[in-house]
């Protein structure tokens, strides 16, 4: 029973300490490189299956103490390697000029692999004695798992990411104290917990303070005299970090016109994870110092709308809801996602924001934008849909691999679908150069509108753009003359350009904001057009309109762009590139060949060694690989479809990644019976179940969200336990199945599979999102369906590794 | 373990490292500068196309050969200087690859002994290559340090004609007003009102787009004489859109 404590332990802490680092290095690097780092760090766990190759032998007779070691060893670099990460002078922009940035990154995640090294070699050492106990060591292993998911999440809510740190390194050493409590040596028990004591928590604070790459937009911010943070909240969501900024103030006005003289009054800016600042303005109910806000391209729908009744998703620190009440919107709905940045402009901040969610006119809702309007059975005059993302963040492709169920088709028709009679969706978004968010936007738009009904979309959309903001008006129903008549004023008066409306001359656009060509007149003349299909394959940048199957609206990425780089070589021209797609392909690649190493080598010298047979160990190698790929990509599908339907995606994850992990640990617990009593008919059942309960959710699916959207958070969630919980049993199977009889037949490849397995789920980790970029998330379904029906055939050929 | 986290400490002290370079004799790297203005020649035709020009002007390209770069970039820096990419200088701020310097320079097209205003001085490079040309240059730098580092630089160099400071430059240099151009290097999320005021009828403003390291957009606002403003967004040639009208 110790055991099985320790390995769920140390198992916790594994996948709390890789959730964790998401979150560290979220705030000091960006996002692509992140997941970059994470993922190759990973493949400590296939590293783990070739040391023990090589050591098994020696470690198996001291069994606790190894294990005890070990675990004390993942105590330790948990916070050792993450300090000595962070000290890695890596600056990914600089990537292109400088090769040393390349080894400052290979350095970084053979670093960060040992803690994950630690613990797969404990885990896997513990399947290796006890090869009789697989199914409830992998349990223990899987619901470990699981509680560590979820419990990270819980935990980042209240406690400093650096006492999570802790923590995590505590549990390292509390799971080598459980090993050799095993074994009655409770003297060595509480010698490691005397050492775990000084080993957690006498690092000092600020080893263990993540700090921002100083080119994130926080820490720009930071570098004028008496800028400073005066509140930090820190979450699952991200780290906020309010800064004031006295003496050169903050002010943030994305589009303003260069018609005006107004200025934005005192402003405090929120950063999330130093970047994607959102300000909260100084209100005091007076308008006069807000008129700033009627100088954005933003505010055109108010111009064309009395009072309209608005919904306001992404609300953030407020200035869209300032706006609508600057122009005496008759009652604003707010959606904001996350509730410490509701609660900064609030609470803390009330008085300097003029209590603007509590304004009689307003109501804070705290939900996802998609699933909130979803949910709504209301209608609005107005929809606002102004995120307005750091524009460093998207011009560096940071988002690239971001699902943003907000801006697909099906988003679309739903946000059309809940406008009042005469109502308009508008979006405001960088405009970018040359454009590609605006136009990917348009098409999604004529989309949805055609989906819709609309005899001709043309005549329901207007398109406006300052030199850096565009905003795209969507109606129900055509733009009046006095609605057209009202736009040009708008836009004359503020020297904006208006690029789009049914009957606009290609004269009067590209005046005031000019484009070596009038782009973004002619992309609207073609995206309406019958030269539509012509103009989204040939343009430079993918321009598809997203779907929710590939919800991948920040993909812009061509491989057609690559010769255009090579002509730019040693310039910058890869900002004009996604590049989180390419490090997305950069990782897989790395992530393919390192596992190649970690696989051969233990093999090589098992042959050389004679302790496998000559054939066998293919079936054994493709079956660990295999089910490898086949978990992931379905659990990575689910997540995805479930997240649409929860609406959070902390719910998401708590419900379904450790809903699947429990489950599937469960199941896996039970194979051992199961397989006792039915050994051969054991695998056909759970690959059969796997099978036809898959498809029928990607058949059933779609109607059981659609009829229970509206359902309350807390209903919606039991639904999606219950839709996880057959299909994760089943695939706790496959696993412990096949190790049982590896360990069965020739033991010595039992770390070996186990590393397999552990580089497979690193690998499909990357490739499920690339190929849901291509082929979207229902085909990545289909295709781990295949892949365990065709470990389900291999199964039976694990008896020839005899 | 010990010696990797050694290298590591000593690699990362290099990086931050930021002792300010002493001037170092023009002719050490007279070669490479020449080397590396027919660099930002090749590029500019290249990579031109609409606004951008295939030629940059001569004085600008011969004040690029003058101007003794590797004075303005950390010691340790020195001799990548004349490459054609963006260095660090601390405090998150870059000093701009050669090529943008030059476009943005040519772009201003200022008459002889004009008046421009720099936001940003970051390390002063653009400040001394505009002083180069015979302008007289009013530059504001809001961190203090470089502030300093700059000022001390610009007048060691003798570039007298450029008058620094430290301070906000949303409110640009009234008391200097109006300029012939402006050149704003802090990005932002927006234009400030006052320094499209403080331009000129006729002046010009170029503002590099794109976070540090990653500048490769320009845009050009130009003030009309009746006082209205048009932009003008410009992008190397490859990455002109092409729409169906072509």
Known sequence: MPLLAAVSLLSLAAIAYEILLTRLFAITLWHHYVYMIISLALLGYGASGTFLVFVKHRLIPHFGTSFAVLAMLFGVTVIGCYVLAQRVPFNPLEVIWDWHQQLYLATMYLILAAPFFAAASAIALALAVWPGHIGAIYRADLMGAGAGALGVVAATFVLPLEDCLRVIAASGFGAAALAVTRERRHWAAAAILVVAVPATLAWPAAWLAPTPSPYKSLSLALTAPEARVIAERSGPLGRLSVIESPKVPLRIAPGLSLATTLMPPAQLGVFTDGEGVTPITRSTGDLEPIGYLDQQTSALPYHLLDRPETLVLGAGGGADVLQALYHRASHIDAVELNPQLADLVRHDFADFAGRIYDHPAVALHMAEARSFVEASRKRWDLINLSLLDSFATSTAGAQALSESPIYTIEAFQAYIGHLAPNGMLAITRWLGNPPRDTFKLFAIATAALRANGAADPAEQLVLLHSWNTATLLIKDAPFSRDEIAAARTFARDRQFDLAWFAGIRASETNRFNRMAKPTLYDAAVALLGPARSDFIANYRFDIRPATDDQPFFFRFFRWSLLPHLAAMKGQAGFVFVDAGYLVLILALLQAIVLSGIFILIPLLWLRHEQRVPASGWMSVALYFLLVGFAFLFIEIAFIQRFSLFLGHPLTAIAVTLAGFLVFAGLGSGFSTRAAARWPRATIILAVGAIVAIGAGYVALLPLVFDTLMGWPLLAKSAVAAGLVAPLGFAMGFPFPLGLSRVAERTPALLPWAWGINGCASVVSAVAASLLAMHIGFTAVLAVAIGLYGAAALLFGRLRGAT | ?246
């Open chain 2, 1 to 246: 373990m010990t010696r990797l986290s050694c290298r590591l400490v000593i690699a990362a002290m290099l990086a931050v490292s930021l002792a300010t370079a002493a001037p170092v004799a023009a002719d050490q790297y007279s070669a490479v500068r020449l080397e590396m203005v027919r660099t930002i020649e090749a590029i500019s035709e290249q990579v031109s196309g609409g606004a951008t020009p295939t030629r940059l002007d001569s004085g600008v390209l011969d004040a690029m050969r003058r101007t003794p770069r590797h004075a303005f970039v950390p010691a340790h820096l020195q001799d990548l200087a004349y490459s054609d990419r963006p260095l660090p200088i601390g405090y998150g701020q870059t000093i701009s690859q050669p090529y943008i310097v030059a476009l943005m320079t040519d772009l201003l097209r200022l008459e002889p002994h004009s008046r421009a205003l720099e936001i940003g001085t970051g390390s002063g490079y653009q400040a001394a290559v505009l002083a180069e040309l015979g302008h007289e240059v009013f530059t504001i730098e809001i961190v203090p340090a470089l502030a300093d580092q700059a000022a001390k630089r610009l007048s060691d160099l003798g570039y007298d004609t450029v008058r620094a400071r430290e301070g906000d430059g949303y409110f640009g240099w009234p008391d200097a007003a109006p300029f012939d151009g402006i050149v704003v290097t802090a990005a932002a999320s927006h234009v400030p009102p006052p320094l499209i005021k403080q331009l000129k009828p006729g002046g010009r403003m170029v503002i590099p787009v794109g976070a540090a390291f990653m500048t490769q957009q320009l845009m050009l606002i130009e003030k009309q004489a009746d006082g209205t403003v048009r932009t003008e967004a410009l992008l190397p040639v490859s990455f002109v859109p092409l729409t169906s009208a072509q």
